[in-house]
């Protein structure tokens, strides 16, 4: 069963020098209890993503496709509907945790205004939930009586992992939870995400860069690059064999100590991630990939079964030779 | 320098000539009061950044400075460049301490920043960018007689921006970042320098470009034979490009030693620690230190570490009676193998089976 379908979402900036497609079909399901991890660099579209389930982009920007939040198109509901929905469907855990949270309101009313706000619970009520949120999350009850200049930047984030869990969401998406902690307060958050995910059962989209987290924290992986899923199959695997280069890339910035291939021998590709607004023609990794041939620059691929439960999009993948007919 | 033994065999790492050496730097930071509690004389609370930190850079290696932040790893990285006031300690050049006027040194010495965003001047173009450390330093020829011209292109193929007359023109918006980052380490080249201290070079870098970035410092040291201090909170970035690492604690090293040991053989709970949160699969069943980052306002007396220390927590330091030193005695790095020296009792313990004097 998924608490999320995204079917061929599309997703189109307007600005002055015209439309820049960050989203540019891309198909996904979140089951439930189940940790998607979404990972790319700056400018693949996995925070639009997020912005697109939540509906927290600009008004002029275009969404195309389908996202059904258990079974329920968020793309075609009315405001009054969305507002209900946000918070109580799906939560969101912003990475500048720092920035997120109201400086003049202590954190209890912070908490306690999203859980009064849409669920039309009373004040008191509110509050013994605010309390039992706060314990959940590692918390002393009477930090709510704190303003977020009193907390540190671990405690602050654990305030927005409280406020996400406050309506009891179907699905939580956390982007890039922990970018901005430091290493060991980074692990803390991490362990208190996993645990909370395993206990309440939560359905939750994982987003970030870095890859090792990803593979800590997730059930299912899915890879993006220029706006597209690029390769998608079970954390473990995608991250130890990728079958898509720029996985393989990507996995290799994150090397793992002790591993002898990357003593004194950094791995990197060469270029920069494309610009959204002027993605390359055919696959638009080739100009990057270490393993391009001709066909590259003329075939787009799409994602072809590449082993038990996962996709990959690289005219390389065996079944891609018999879809498109193109030899390797 | 000597060009005699050209022919001989590079000494081991350990044998090589000293080029900076680190003796009890000390930093420390005075905190602001307000106007009132000012006239009341009363002083901000100290934080002692940097507390005692000693170490020497061999020529031609990579050593990385690592640890959270507030261990005072940036700090030490500018005491060296002679950025930023010293309190205690010494840092020599060669042997030599710093002269009273750095601009001769601050040629050999040159550092790179880690976000190259703000490092460079949006208004002037890259040639402009880099011929200004030359014109600063007076250099308008090179040791050859090139121009200044030549030598900008040098620089900026030798950072692998080819062809280089194709970017004297543009500016720093018009590059993407690892481009940008490419510029700052030429405008360091430009002056052929000795030493490069870089303050977390890649981290504000997307991850598929970072490791063009490290592969191209480890070719120019490969090439130029520069000795590189990497400041970085990235153990995997440690293994990947140090051939020394050196673990920071609350203003102190309390690991140095070759990266195999450090990373793979560690010594100080401290280090353990820190290897155990690098995130990879099944990684969160490991035990992770609780509490926030140390506050260096507020030092703890005996080893620094103490109060985080799963070996005190646990009880064992208590077992082997090494408990009351933890607590109360202050302690210096100790030799535990050949070139791997830790501060704590109980890898002294483990190191010769009884405490130290």
Known sequence: ?328 | MSRAEVTAPPPPANERETVIEVRDLRVTFQGRVGLIEGLRGKKGTQSRAVDGVSFRLRRGEVVALAGESGCGKTTTARAIMGLQPVDGGEILFEGDPLPRDLKPYRRKVQMVFQDPTGTLNPRQTIYEIIAEGLRIHGIDRGPNGEPEEQLVAKALSRAGLRPPDRFFLRYPHELSGGQRQRVVIAGALVLEPEVIVADEPVSNLDASVRGEILQLMMKLREDLGLTIIIVTHDLGLAWTVADRVAIMYLGRIVEIGPAEDVLLRPEHPYTKALLDVVPEAGGLERPILTGEPPDPTRIPEGCRFHPRCPVVESGRAAELGIEARCRTEDLALREMEPAHEAACYEAFLRRDGAAPD
């Open chain 1, 1 to 328: 069963m998924s608490v999320l379908e995204v079917r061929d979402l599309r997703v189109t900036y307007r600005t002055q020098g015209g439309g820049i497609p960050a989203v540019r079909g891309v198909s996904f399901d979140v089951d439930t209890g189940q940790v998607l991890g979404l990972a790319g660099e700056s400018g693949c579209g996995k925070s639009t993503i997020a912005g697109a389930v939540l509906r927290l982009l600009p008004a002029s920007t275009k969404i195309e496709g389908e996202v059904l939040l258990e079974g329920e198109n968020v793309l075609e509901m009315k405001p009054g509907r969305l507002r209900a929905v946000r918070w109580t469907g799906a939560s969101i855990v912003f990475q500048g945790a720092m920035h997120a949270l109201n400086p003049v309101k202590r954190i209890g009313d912070q908490i306690a205004e999203a859980i009064t706000v849409h669920q039309q619970a009373g004040e008191k009520e509110a509050r013994v939930r605010v309390g039992s949120l706060l314990e959940q999350v590692g918390l002393p009850t009477r930090r709510m009586q704190d303003y977020p200049h009193e907390l540190s930047g671990g405690q602050k984030q654990r305030v927005m992992i409280a406020m996400a869990l406050a309506c009891s969401p179907s699905l939580v998406i956390a982007d890039e939870p922990t970018t901005a902690l430091d290493v060991m307060v980074q692990a803390q958050v991490l362990r208190l995400m996993k645990e909370l995910q395993s206990e309440l059962g939560l359905s939750m989209i994982f987003i970030t860069h870095d890859l090792s987290v990803l593979v800590e924290t997730s059930d299912r992986l899915a890879i993006m690059y220029a706006g597209k899923i690029i390769e998608e199959g079970p954390a473990e695997t995608v991250f130890r064999s990728p079958q898509h280069p720029y996985t393989e890339a990507l996995s290799a910035a994150f090397p793992e100590i002790g591993d002898q291939r990357f003593r004194g021998a950094p791995m990197g590709l060469g270029g920069d991630p494309p610009d959204p607004a002027d993605v390359p023609s055919g696959c638009s990794f080739h100009p990057r990939c270490p393993k391009a041939f001709e066909d590259c620059s003329v075939t787009e691929p799409q994602l072809y079964p590449a082993g038990e439960g996962r996709r990959a999009a690289c005219l390389l993948v065996p079944a891609a030779k018999t879809t498109t007919g193109v030899g390797t």
